[in-house]
Every structure is written in C-alpha cells, then in structure tokens.
C-alpha cells in the first residue's frame, strides 16, 4: 500500500512541477530550512514521540508536520531535478 501512495504522490508531484516556470523551479529547489520557532516545536514533539509521551493532540499536530515536511521535501527534490536540465537557471 505504501508504495502505491508514495508512486500516486510522485505522480501528482511531477504534474505540478511540469507546471513550474524555470523561476518557480528554482525558487522551490532553494527553499530554505524551517523556522528556528518551527524547528523547536517539530524537535519538541519528536522528542516526546521518542518517548511515548504524546498526547492525542500533539500526535496529530506531529503527524500533520511530519507529512507536509515530507511533501515539501519530495517538491523540493524533483524541483531541484528539473533545474539541473534547465539551461541557465
């Protein structure tokens, strides 16, 4: 099951970043890290996921992170993909 997700997930992503001017390509390859504010709630939950110690609330807040940095991560990877064949960018 994964797989087929993460193949649909690919899928949908290369369609977006077909749509991208070389300028959008780019700006998405550059993405910068997270927020140092950001940075220390995701560090925060994924310290008391370690531990076993999440609330209900705080495992969803953690799932829902946890997957759009991995949607962003996947944008940025094929992003920077496309910039490498583009001419000058």
């Known amino acids: 099951m994964r797989q087929s997700v993460d193949t649909t997930l690919g899928k949908f992503v290369d369609h977006l970043i077909r749509g991208f001017t070389p300028e959008v390509a780019k700006h998405f ?3 910068p890290k997270p927020n140092p504010e950001f940075q220390a709630r995701l560090d925060e939950l994924a310290e008391k996921a370690n531990e076993g110690t ?8 953690y799932d829902k992170y946890v997957a759009y940095m991995d949607f962003i991560a996947l944008i940025r990877l094929k992003a920077r993909l496309r910039v490498s064949t583009l001419p000058n960018v």
């Open 29 to 31: 390859a550059e993405l």
């Open 54 to 61: 999440l609330s209900p609330e705080e495992a969803k807040e």
